[in-house]
């Protein structure tokens, strides 16, 4: 089986690592960096962290090289993910991609150019150390679906959880993956965007009597939003905030790291895909509209 | 006639240096910075920008110098308004204290000091340089009436008037203040914390698709609460916002600054005072709320 991740920042090294550790998996990388290709193909990726892994994918920046593949794992930042799929599509022809990347939407953007598409959620977490070394920060599970609008077959979609779960990378394939891709996206829209208008570390910002008020708030309108499609959600999000303060006190949400180091955020995948499927479901999301709208005028902040 | 500026940041200064040019007014500071009050005493108090004005006030900082006044003239930020007050009441047993501070609030807390209130909003701004020297940015109007619960008299703010229009700082006595006051406080509301929490200034802000959608519902929500209070505003805020990009469109709103230098904000007397007065009044102001709860928890992020 061939397996192609599409993109290997934190979160594609993790799962490329993994799978490169297989025998009987052929794992591709595709990246736009030269520099984390070339040392991953001269010197195999390491992860080290919560647990050690030094393996040998293939790497490389050039989309023609990459053979006919039977899975892909898209892992890009949600900006990214349309120029990285549609440069890599051919090699999906007769495959399923899946997204494992934050918030909503991507699968729509990845079912633009593919035929058939897994919807994905992945806990884990890390960041990149150098090129071909990645801090591997945080473990967990991933779950993955079929795309119901356009979707690969539930046995396509066991055969990837399976061979993700055996390489180390604890995968549950459901029929409808929409409950744990909601309950995260929802914690994180609460999380992320409030902390990085705040610059408050997480559990620090969840204790703050006022800054819980408005994550309160963003957390009702996106359950709000969930039960208008019909999601039913694994986990109340509420609660995942709760059971997070004291193990996150201090953890600065991806987001706040990208605000500090003056880059785009997920912003439009997180709160911002809670207000359109809110529009086209005709619930009201003003505060998920206030966190959007803020983060994007801090993004254009850094260009004025 | 005697007249005490409390607290001679930039506004107060501006107030203190145009009275003390009457040769009719005794014109006095209170300020707890012992470097601006001994320039002052030393060098006389000079205004540099807009116009150039210099002229010798009395400025101290132990309130038991200060000599019974016939009005006082608040210009401390709004979190300071209690303290400064409370050390000065017995110089206004028989006098009348007007609020020219940004924001809503102020008056009710003078009020709990002192007999006699005057309501008041002023426009001209700038920023103490160094000690005894101020740059005046913005020259504008005044507006000032009685404070409704507990007032001056008419004759009382109209000679309050008379006496800084004569000084330079042109001032309006009106019977009901409340309108310049709330038009203003929203005006505020929208443009102050939604440039502090993108970072972006004023026009920038105004101009900018997203965040303008969060300004505008700040504005609509302060307007829901003015028109509760039954107070008639002089100028609609939207059309003041709409006639202020292009003049101010790299303009950092006084809040913004503070929060680029870490410093306590005015949030409470803007957003923070319309959603304390929504709620009294079973208005709704969840995007006023909102920007409250997040420069609050900005603010917390500086202390962790």
Known sequence: MRIGIIGSGAVGSLFAAHLAGL????????????????AINANGL?????????????????????????FGIVATKGMHTGSAIAATAAAFADGAVCSVQNGIGNEEVIAEHVPRVIRGTTFPAGRVLEPGVVQW??????????????????????????????????????ADARGAQWTKLIFNAAS???????????????????VRWVMDGVIAEGKAVADALGVEMDQDPADLLEGSI?????????????????????????NGGIVRFGEDHGIDTPLNRAA?????????????
Chains 1, 2 share one sequence.
């Open 192 to 210: 992320n965007a409030l902390c990085s208008l705040t610059r408050m570390p997480h559990g620090r910002a969840a204790r703050h009597e006022h």
């Open 46 to 70: 390491r992860l080290t962290g919560v647990g050690e892994v030094h393996s040998r994918p293939r790497a490389t920046t050039d989309p023609g090289e990459l053979p006919a593949l039977d």
């Open 137 to 174: 920060d945080t473990a967990g599970k991933t779950w993955i679906g079929p795309f119901e609008p356009q979707p690969a077959t539930m046995e396509q979609v066991e055969a990837l959880a399976e061979a993700l779960t055996r390489s180390g990378m604890e995968t549950l394939a459901l």
């Open 246 to 270: 004291e193990v996150a006190l201090d953890h600065k949400p991806s987001m706040l790291q990208d605000v500090l180091a003056e880059r785009p955020t997920e912003i439009d995948q997180l």
């Open 23 to 38: 025998d009987d998996i052929e794992t591709w990388i595709y990246d736009v960096s030269h520099a984390h290709v070339d």
């Open 292 to 304: 959007w709208s803020l983060v994007k005028g801090l993004e254009a902040s850094w260009t004025l």
